[in-house]
Structure formats: C-alpha cells, structure tokens
C-alpha cells in the first residue's frame, strides 16, 4: 500500500460511499491524507447512508461539513442529501457550493436552508455535467445569466417551479441530454395548468406524478419517454422521428400523441393503461423496427376489444419479445387468436393473468403454436394468499395442463412467476 501513487490513493477514497469513511480512511497516514486532500475527486454527505446526521445538531454538523469540503481542492463530485434533518443556515451551504463549483460536475443536492439558496444562481455558467435537485424551489430563472453550459443531466424531485421557469431552465442548458421531473410542483399564473417544454438535445425524459391539462414536449432529437403515474387531459410529443423506447405506467390521459415520431421505435411498454386498440395501434403500425412490445395488466376501453395478433405479426417483422397480460374473456379471446401468420422472430414470450381460469391454458397453448422460434416463457400469475379449495383445485389443473404442453417444446426454457 505504502507504493500506491496518491492519485490511486485519491480513486480508492472516491469510490467510498460516505463522507465518515473517506475521513476515517484519510486518517491511515500522511500519505492517505495527502490524497484525500489534493486527489479526492467524489464526497457524499447522505442523512439515509448514516443516520447519525439526524441527530447531530445543525450547527455542529454545518461544521463538520465545512471542515470535511474545505479540505478537498478538486472535488468533481458532492452529493449533500439530508432528508428528515432541520434547516441548515443558507450562508453556509453557498459557501460549500461557492469553494467547490469550479472543478465541480456533478451535483446532488437536498438541502432545506433558510432563506432558500439559488442553485442556478450559484453554479450557473460553470462546468456543472449533471444536476440532481429535490425538495426545493426555483424562481426567476434568467437564461443568459443563469445558463449551464456544459449539463447534460438534470433531475428536479418535488421542486417547486413555474412553467415559465421550467421551460426556461431548459433553455438555458444548450447540451442537455437527459431530464427527470418527479412530482414538481408547477406553479401556474392561469386556471389551466400547461407545460410546453422545447429541447434541440434531449435524448431522454422520465416524468412522474404530475398532474396537468396539458403537457407540450417539442424534441427533435427524443430517444426515450417514460410517463409513470401521470394525469394528464393532453399529452404531445413533437419530434423528428428518433423515439426509440416509449413507455407509459400507470397513466390516466384523454389523449395522447406521438406524432410522426414511430417510424424507429424498438420498445413499447405499456402497463396499467386504458387502451382504445385501434387509436392504439393506429399509433404504433408503423414502428416496423419494433423489438419488444409489453401490454401488461391493460384495460380495454371496450370491452369487446382485444389484442389482434395477426396485426402484430404483419406489422412488427422484428418483434422478439412479447409480454402480455390482460383479461380474457371467451369469445373475444378467440377473435385476438384468429390469422395464422407466425411471430417469427420471437424468442421471448411472457404471459400474465389476473384471474386464473381454463381460457389461460388454452392461450397459451396457442401463443406457442405461433412463436416458432421461441427459445424462453415467461408465466405471471397472481396466487391469493386465502385460497379455496376450487382455487388450489384450478391452478393445480393449470399447472398440469402447462407441465403436459411443455413437452412438445423441450428446447424452451419456462419460467414462473407468482404475486
């Protein structure tokens, strides 16, 4: 250890998960010391990794923050997490943001302060990569003062902004790439509450728990959208053709539309979702380099509508995995089997149910029939914990009926999995 180059000595330290063990660790020799202080590139202060913070006093733990940062002379990385912790002075935290946003790229930062601290108006116009901000407020953002030159990541969780500001922080940071909104609050001037966010760059955006009338994202280059656990009258997304993953989770929109924005999409995952099937796969029929479409615990808004598999196989040459799970009903489930033209190129088959019964048997029994090429099987199911006798009678039947199919098809891999 004693020949170790300080800058490896410096790594190792980074790659520890709390501040208390870089300090504990620096303490070995001189040597040590001397990395932590001239090559400790990465310092996380996290009230979950340890803790003791919540019950240190706030004015002691100010202090040994300070003592800890002050100590550093390059870090790339802070991550100041202190949730469940009383209010720190806000003198002192832009004091920590102040020494380090030089060599600082990355930021993580939930601190509550009093009076609030402006992050934009600390770290804006250095070389600030990725910005992680949660349980705060963001007011007045000024593009051409507060502008972030080389972010590329930025995540707001339960942050308090305005739509005008969102849609200006946005423009503000001219090679963003990836964007999470997590249950922000938007502060609107208006009755209806709209959000129309424009980026050149954006590759990816994750958005959860938010409420809206309107939700207007304009993105020529988009590769990847995720809505969880949204309501939402209208959702729009304007781009050029470059969505590749599109998933929606647990959403309640009126109307949603992805443009001309299909042609390249790979991933649709769709779960726990009121579908229209036709306005559905009007949507996505032309998606031919589609990969792996996921419908899974899928309610149709009517109910004689059904997933039609022929129309799948037509439509999606590529698809390779195929996960299913809705409720079956006799004679619609027939109607989603009719068409023989296989899914050639499927290898990854997953099937789930909510209420167990004879039609699954049969579904599946079918699926395999047309998945030539199928080489694993997925099966979901949920087993109440209060069983009846017909119940255990039911799914022992299933499981015997699934155990007799498989053998026709020694060559796929089953794998079962229970809620």
């Known amino acids: 250890m004693e020949h170790l180059p300080l800058e490896v000595i410096g790594n190792i330290l980074s790659r520890l998960i709390g501040a208390r063990d870089v300090v504990i660790a620096s303490t070995t020799c001189r040597k040590w010391r001397e990395a932590c202080r001239k090559h ?6 996290n009230s979950n990794d340890w803790p003791v913070y919540r019950d240190i006093a706030t004015r002691r733990l100010e202090i ?3 003592q800890t940062i002050f100590q550093t002379t390059g870090l790339q990385g802070l991550s100041i997490l202190m949730d469940d912790v009383d209010e720190f002075s806000a003198s002192t935290v832009i004091a920590w943001l102040m020494y380090t946003r030089e060599t600082l790229r990355r930021l993580f930062y939930n601190v509550r302060t009093t009076p609030n601290v402006n992050i934009l108006e600390v770290c804006g116009r250095q070389k600030l990569e990725m910005l992680f901000l949660a349980n705060n407020s963001i007011t007045g953002v000024e593009p051409n003062f507060q502008r972030f030159p080389c972010l590329k990541t930025l995540s707001l969780s339960h942050v308090s902004i305005s739509a005008l500001d969102l849609s200006l922080l946005l423009s503000a940071c001219p090679k963003l790439g990836n964007l999470d909104l ?19 760059t954006l590759k990816s955006i994750y958005v959860e728990a938010i409420s809206l009338d309107k939700f207007i994202l304009e993105a020529d280059g988009i590769e990847r959208l995720h809505l969880r656990d949204c309501v939402l009258e209208l959702f729009e997304l304007i781009g050029k053709g470059t969505l590749k993953h599109f998933q929606i989770d647990d959403v309640s929109v009126i109307h949603i539309d992805i443009g001309e924005t299909v042609d390249n999409l790979e991933v649709v995952d769709v779960s726990n979702f009121t579908i229209v099937w036709p306005k559905f796969y009007q949507m996505i029929s032309r998606s031919s380099k589609l990969k792996k479409l996921r419908l899974w615990e899928v309610t149709f808004d009517d109910e004689d509508e059904i997933v039609d598999l022929e129309a799948i196989a037509l439509c999606f040459p590529q698809l390779s995995h195929l996960s299913l799970s809705y409720e079956l009903k006799d004679g619609v489930m027939h109607y989603g089997l009719q068409g023989s033209t296989p899914l050639e190129n499927v290898t990854v088959l997953e099937l789930g149910w909510t209420v167990i019964n004879d039609l699954f048997s049969h579904w599946v029994k079918e699926l395999l029939k047309r998945c030539p090429n199928l080489q694993k099987l997925v099966i979901n199911g949920v087993v109440s914990e209060a069983k009846t006798h017909e119940e255990c009678q039911i799914l022992a039947k299933f499981t015997s009926s699934i155990v007799h199919l498989m053998r026709k098809y020694m060559h796929v ?7």
């Not at 249950?183 to 009755?191: L, N, V």
Request: proline share 6%; aromatic share 8%; glycine share 0%.
């Open 182 to 200: 997590v249950s922000p609050d938007i502060a609107m001037s208006d009755a209806q509450v709209t959000v129309e966010l424009a980026s050149p």
């Open 413 to 419: 891999e089953v794998q079962f999995e229970y809620d």
């Open 40 to 45: 400790l590139h990465t310092l996380s202060f």
């Open 64 to 66: 040994l923050i300070t």
